[in-house]
């Protein structure tokens, strides 16, 4: 049974720092890409950053390049999100995905498996 395990959301104010772990079990972890999505009430779950199976190519959307950086241990079975420079704006649940296949994708319907989500609540 495949798991992904999300951790490390809370609440900070404007400014702050999180960083947010994603651990896969049940899944061959170096055979996915992984992405970072996140959904705000009421809107749909939006791309964030994605990265490939060996962590040579990173994607991120506009609105949080320069402040937010992706990166994985294969060995550890183990994806991350680092979130510098909050903004109330980035407020929401955030959930990893595997991809079907080695690459990234921004297109949520591209993953096969999901963590449950944790929240991140940013304050002015």
């Known amino acids: 049974q495949v798991q992904l395990v999300e951790s490390g959301g809370g609440s900070v104010q404007a400014g702050g720092s999180l960083r947010l772990s994603c651990t896969s079990s049940?899944?061959?972890?170096?055979?996915?890409?992984m992405g970072w999505f996140r959904q705000a009430p009421g809107k749909e779950r939006q791309f964030v950053a994605g990265?490939?199976?060996?962590?040579?190519?990173?994607y991120y959307v506009d609105s949080v390049k320069g402040r937010f950086t992706i990166s994985r241990d294969n060995a550890k079975n183990t994806v991350w999100l680092q979130l510098n420079s909050l903004k109330p704006e980035d407020t929401a649940v955030y959930y990893c995905g595997a991809a079907r296949g080695t690459y990234y994708y921004t297109d949520p319907t591209d993953y096969d498996y999901w963590g449950q989500g944790t929240q991140v609540t940013v304050s002015s």
């Open positions: 049940g899944l061959i972890f170096k055979n996915h890409g």
């Open positions: 990265i490939n199976w060996s962590a040579y190519a990173t």
